[in-house]
């Protein structure tokens, strides 16, 4: 079957039912039918076409790959991402950080003090720090892989290139400071009262420069531990390997490129997810709630206004995480991510809402809120350490005591005022180092 050149605007208005049919077809196993024109305009012909589904890859009949990407060419992936769900991103951004940093803060707080359930009501927002993590892998899919939609569609191409350069920059310019930082405070800390597991599950090997080159490549839970008592970074090989994957196993819709050099990309994608796996399955099993948040970002308006109630139920399935987790395990985590991702679903199309000053504030918070993540631990137990004046940071404070939430606030302050401090040298100058070491246009960056 021939297909013509068109454009995605195009493509989307007039091949999107035409996709769809012969997705069906290939489904059934059916023929499909395609009527055409003849150049005299005399009579329509009819074609009879099987689509093999035991070469969706090759060079004339990729018919499901185009069927493929012509069903992704929506309207809410051409679009760029809306000022209200900009705002609301910007503004769960900044909570899911302050939710993890609170968490970590309780945990050094109380040490280990049973916890009853009347402190678990009374401290229940310190018990949201992992949902918050989910949150993040869901706005982190929404973004990036939702760029990556956006372009394969628009273009019918990728450019590889430039999206590492973007991705790389955005996590080096803050990650090689971060593990500079955590190295100086862990090694002072070290010298001075000792190794503690409680410090972030620290052993001499996590200090080790082997662990540390593991760390700056991305390998750590894959090959080796988290750098020195910084165990956060967990998270951030997850996300480097799900912003490497996610492109290859699109590749098969890149239509512009050649048959074979689609094929190897999207084998290099099944290689890495097999990788992970094999050392990770709950990195795997997370990259879900990735994809659930590139998923969405297909999802056009849908017309009706329930933000207020998703938010709702956003809220409620976070909360009651710790509760449910215990009881069904894996669908626990699935409840959050769904949740947060219909309260993202909730802004699409709707107009931006909110005063300049809150709209600043959040974007203020969310900015820092890179280098308040990766840079929280290694001083969460470098205070604690010198509170407590021995090797263990656990401080072991009733949570009935009045100095309980106290500790926690402080401790939080503390760890946004050196985020503040830090992202002021590192993380505001992301787009500088982007533009300074690769040449890359500022309008091109994402």
């Given amino acids: 079957m021939a297909w013509p050149v068109r454009s995605p605007l195009m493509r989307a ?6 996709a769809v049919h012969e997705l069906r077809g290939f489904m059934r196993m059916q023929p499909v039918r395609e009527k055409s024109q003849n150049p005299a305009g005399s009579r329509q012909s009819t074609a009879v076409f099987w689509i093999n589904p035991l070469k969706p890859l090759t060079s004339g009949g990729s018919n499901i790959c185009r069927a493929l990407y012509s069903c992704l060419t ?23 950080a302050g939710l993890v940093v609170l968490f970590h803060a309780a945990i050094y707080t109380r040490g280990n003090i049973p ?3 009347a402190d678990n009501l009374l401290y229940i927002l310190t018990e949201c720090g992992t949902q918050a993590v989910f949150w993040f892998f869901v706005i982190s899919g929404y973004l990036v892989g939702g760029s990556v939609i956006s372009e394969i569609v628009r273009t019918g191409n990728f450019n590889f290139r430039r999206y590492f350069v973007n991705r790389m920059t955005r996590l080096y310019v803050v990650l090689l400071p971060a593990l500079a930082l955590g190295a100086i405070l862990d090694r002072t800390r070290i010298s001075a009262w000792g190794i503690n597991s409680h410090a972030g599950y620290e052993t001499v090997s996590s200090l080790s420069g082997v662990t540390l080159l593991q760390n700056v490549f991305f390998l750590q839970t894959l090959t080796g531990p988290t750098f020195g008592s910084n165990y956060a970074l967990w998270s951030l090989a997850s996300e480097f390997w799900y912003y490497t994957i996610f492109p290859l196993m699109l590749s098969p819709i890149m239509i512009k490129r050649a048959t074979y050099i689609r094929f190897m990309l999207f ?4 290689l890495l997810i097999l990788f992970i796996t094999k050392h990770n399955v709950s990195m795997s099993w997370l990259f879900t709630l990735w994809f659930l948040g590139a998923a969405i970002r297909c999802v056009g308006a849908t ?28 669908l626990a985590t699935i409840l959050v991510g769904v949740t947060f991702a219909g309260t993202i679903l909730s802004t699409h199309g709707q107009p931006g809402k909110g005063s300049k000053r809150c709209i600043r504030i959040a974007n203020a918070f969310s900015g820092l809120s890179f280098s308040l993540y990766l840079i929280h631990l290694p001083i969460l ?21 009045i100095v309980s939430p106290a500790v926690i ?7 946004y005022t050196a985020a503040f401090l830090f992202a002021r040298i590192t993380e505001d100058h992301t787009d500088a180092v982007r533009r300074s070491l690769w040449r890359i246009p500022s309008a091109s960056l994402n």
Avoid at 74 to 96: K, Y
């Fill in 303 to 330: 017309g009706r206004k329930f933000e207020i109630l998703a938010w709702v139920v956003a809220i409620l399935g976070m909360l009651a995480f710790p509760y449910l987790h215990s009881r069904v395990g894996p």
């Fill in 409 to 415: 606030v402080g401790l939080v302050c503390v760890s």
């Fill in 74 to 96: 929506t309207d809410a992936v051409m679009r760029p991402i809306g000022p209200h769900t900009s705002q609301v991103l910007n503004v769960a951004r900044a909570v899911a």
């Fill in 115 to 117: 916890v009853k359930p």
């Fill in 381 to 401: 137990h470098f205070v604690t350490t010198l509170i407590a004046r021995n090797a263990d940071p656990f401080l072991n404070i009733t949570p009935h005591s």
């Fill in 13 to 18: 208005k007039e091949s999107r039912s035409q």
């Fill in 267 to 270: 084998m290099i994608g099944i």
